[in-house]
């Protein structure tokens, strides 16, 4: 059984059919009877009327008088005949889908029963036009389409003036009793006559007993006088059961009395003529229409209103008409989830839909996509989720996904934020790929775009499409476009950026909110806007709290250091205890040491080793009958000579980095003597460019005796190793002359020159130069 007679079983409680058991329904008051069609012709739904018949009844002669008058007329009144089928002993045609009514009367609003009658008014107008009426005018012989349309079919005892008195005898007795109770009074006293003025006349008869019928009050003279009758209906079926004919309206005055004066007899005759209609009208027409929406039946939204919008779109690309459109589908969507959850108590998405869309909707949306026109590509993404739960998922990748995403490299700024804007509503219609691949490379891409809006939307529209992706995936993306987000210029969308962490807090972890999130957003708490800083302070109050309890909860399960089990340390007084991991500036040999907090007064200064970086601990070695020899370190010995390790390089002095203590006096040795050869030793060449203020001599240190008697041969304290060279002795040095200024900066003096010395001694490196750098340099000393 196909969808629209479902529709019609779901309203009546029972299958349609004779008694309720079968398919095929029996038309009282006719010959024919109507059954669905199993054949669809282009998947359009059809319907069958037949009729059995001994061959050269009566019966026979009206079913085949019948197909004939339905062949030969092509109104939107009347069914249209599709194709048909003669036998000896029976009759077929086949027809579009329709419902009799008298099998969904009782289900139908009177608004939509005012629009129906509206209809058959018209169908009459057209038939009195030809000089013919139907005389069978009843709830059997009118039927409903697809379209909400009421229709006239079994057109058997359609008639003319000059064929109304052979068909009149022709009628069998359960027929012609049908037809007696449709005819006015005169016509049974005087006889059927059908002029133009008498077909006027019956026709408003007949419509008057229809009305009866169709609100199932009983028909009589006084019956405009029931209760089932509103009072624009009483006064109008009052004038047309009149018994005099001549005080009955004709039917052109019926459509123009206040009981078709209603808001929807304008919307639908307003839509019956739409493609012929200007864009102003219909700007105008459907700015009120999309407002009042709640007057309009679905039944008549979904099969009249929307495939006659869909009509217009097709011929003409109206704008007006598509967002109409697209209003209309969301308006019946939300009716259908407010059912939803009254009726099963659940809205999901996953829940079989009643609504069934024209069939010429989804290929008509994939044509809108493909046109160029900017205007309906953004009607079109503005509307996505009116519509987007119609199309298939297979549709979507193959023939919208391409052109949806175009929308990203379009010039229009207001295309691409809807295009952003859009990318939240598709999700569950796209696959991983290529939301993984192409949605979030966009988005990402669309950070970074000129617009303020296109960068805020984008960072909110990533946060809104987290929960499609996999959970391994979502703290990566989010931290990603959030960190980008709240570190642009602009206010807005730093507070987007802001407001999608608060949002998403839950999907970050504790390490990354202690390592990223909060030094990332820290810095805005002193922002110059207050609203800024308002929500960054909120922020991190939230995120020190989540921190806290983690920490609480780390410290309940035993996973703090301090829980775990002590490393074993070395006596402070071990010769053995690796170096300090704190760095030391190493002195300059020339330099006296400076006492550290853990030395002895009287122990010798030393310098740490080469690295210093921290070795790892080790165990202390068993102690052998032979005892360790101490480690060499650097320092003075008894002697007064510099000791250095056997494996310590020795730098040359223009590898040397002075530092800021060069010049301190040392004690045991003698000032270093200085190369002045690169120096031009003629004075009269030298320029006041070339002359600098030379340091003085460092005093001569007193030589110590060997034996003296505060160097003690103490076993614990390590060798000191001798340098190779000889000490130098104290000699005069050579007095030379040399330039340069004295304290006053006044007068020019002739200084003496150092003697060089002998042999350099070895020289640590520095850290740093000292100020007076600069003038070994400018003699080229360095």
Known sequence: MNWFFEKAANLTGIVPGSGGSSATMNLPGSVWSVSESPIKKKDQNLSIFSSSFQKGSEHGKLAQRGLQKIKSFRHPGILKIIDFKEGASSLSYTTEAAIPLFSIIKTLPEADITWGLHQIIKTLIFLADMNTTLLNLSTSTIFVVESNDWKLGCLELLT??????????????????????????????????????????????????LICDVFSVPFSPNAYNHAAFSKTYSTVLKRLLSPTPTARPTLDAILESPLFNTPLVSTLSFMEELPLKQEEEKRIFFGTFTQNLNEISQNLLESKILPSILVDIETSNSLHSITACFVILSHIQTVENTTKVFTSGSSDRDQQSSFNPPPALVPLIVKLFQTPVRAVRAVLLTHISSYIDLISPSVFQKQLFSCIMAGFKDTNPTLRELTVKTMAKIPHKVTPKQLRQEILRCLAASQNDPEIRIRGSSVICISLLLPSLNPSEREEVLLSSTLRAISDQTLPVRLAGINTIKENSSAFKNESLAQKIIPAISPFAVDRTMEVRKEVIKLLNIFIEALTKNSEQMTAQGLDASSAPPVPQQAPNDSHQPPSTRPQQPAHPLQPPHPTPNSAPTQPFTLPPQSLQPQPTSQPKSQSSTPEKPKQEYGWDDDDSFVVPSNTVIRTPEDDVWGDDWDTPAQPQTSPQFDWSSMNKTEEKKTEADIFTIKPQPKQAPAKSPHSPSQSKNPSQPVRLKTQTAKPQPSQPKKEEAVGWDDSDDDLISLPKMAEPQQKPPTPSRQRPSDDDDLFAAFGLN
């Open 160 to 209: 003319s003036d000059e064929e109304v008195v052979p068909l009149y005898g022709l009628l069998p007795s359960d027929l012609k009793s049908k037809v007696n109770d449709c005819l006015p009074p005169e016509q049974l006293s005087k006889g059927l006559n059908l002029t133009p003025e008498g077909i006027n006349q019956l026709c408003s008869w007949s419509l008057g007993h």
